[in-house]
């Protein structure tokens, strides 16, 4: 029962981290033949890989963002279509920043956008996702270390798309081809494996199509308060059939920064967004004033004085 027991636990241990749409999934191979060869391990040895799993799941929690920066580099970081417009094929750029050989496929994935801001993949194809409107290519390659690779994205004929906006998301991930063998350690017994883990990551940028003259967007601040943590917790309201994009910026009395957040986007799927900004400790928050800023031209498009 305590060997069922730690081998179901180990194979709810596949994980999905979304951080600025960085993905890491890992420990599958390794799970699928633990789970495999349960039968032939004894208690103590199965405890012990579990431990090992979960020890190496938090090492790569508190490092994935670092080492996935390290591993690929994608410029840009975001496209817009815009259906008037003549252009139909855009570009992204791959670089290989790691020291190995490694291959990549090239995917389109959907989300649904929460109040908090996480997005959660989502199968669902009746929403506005730009994905059924576009073609790409390559589908996978495979870069040495600082090589370079373009990844073409074109936009199909929308001709029979109602209006609106289309927003789905350009998935880059590693790829593992054939799986590593566990191997064993010198001297031990043919039941005693070393486990060896290889994180493998995504990076997903967001890809979106406009179509259609009467399309807006407007930020509204719904709320706002000061937390125990020196945080100012705000709530954001989006108004209009688009999605918002927009920087921002907490100033003191002498508009100088004391809180700044840049890239926020609130997507069709909520209208709602809540955002804890942190301020500078050392700051005078009284007659603070809060910006809220267009995105991509950087114009100030809302300002109000907050009382703190």
């Not at 090239?106 to 669902?124: H, M, P, R, W």
Request: net charge positive; proline share 3%.
């Amino acid at each position: 029962m305590r060997r069922k027991a730690i081998t179901a636990e180990l194979t709810r241990l596949r994980f999905l981290i979304n951080r600025r749409g960085l993905y890491i999934m890992n420990t599958h191979i390794f799970l699928n033949h633990l789970s495999a060869t349960a039968g032939k391990l004894r208690y103590a040895t199965m405890l012990r890989y579990a431990t090992m799993l979960l020890c190496a799941t938090v090492l790569l929690l508190c490092t994935a963002a670092g080492t996935a920066d390290a591993n690929i580099s994608v410029f840009p970081y975001s496209i817009d279509f815009d259906a008037a417009s003549s252009k139909r094929v855009q570009s992204v750029r791959i670089i290989n920043t790691s020291s190995e050989t490694q291959t990549y496929r090239v995917s389109f994935v959907n989300f649904i956008q929460d109040e908090n801001g996480a997005l959660k993949e989502t199968t669902d194809k009746k929403g506005f996702y730009a994905d059924k409107y576009l073609s790409w290519s390559p589908r996978q390659f495979t870069l040495k270390p600082n090589e370079v690779q373009t990844i073409n994205i074109a936009r199909k004929s929308l001709a029979q798309a109602p209006d609106g906006e289309f927003v789905s998301h350009l998935k880059i991930s590693e790829v593992m081809l054939g799986a590593p063998k566990p191997k064993a350690k010198p001297g031990a017994k043919s039941n005693t494996l070393s486990m060896q883990l290889k994180a493998l990551f995504a990076i997903t940028l967001p890809v979106t199509i406009t179509k259609g003259d009467n399309l807006y967007s407007k930020t509204e601040l719904s709320s706002y308060k000061l937390l125990p943590d020196g945080k100012l917790e705000l709530v954001f309201k989006r108004l209009g059939n688009k999605s918002s994009r927009f920087n921002i910026a907490v100033a003191d009395g002498k508009d100088k920064d004391i809180g700044r957040m840049n890239g926020i986007k609130i997507y069709m799927s909520t209208d709602t967004l809540n955002v804890n900004l942190p301020l500078d400790k050392n700051a005078n928050i009284h007659n603070a004033i809060l910006k809220l800023e267009d995105a991509k031209t950087k114009e100030e498009i809302f300002r109000h004085a907050l009382q703190l």
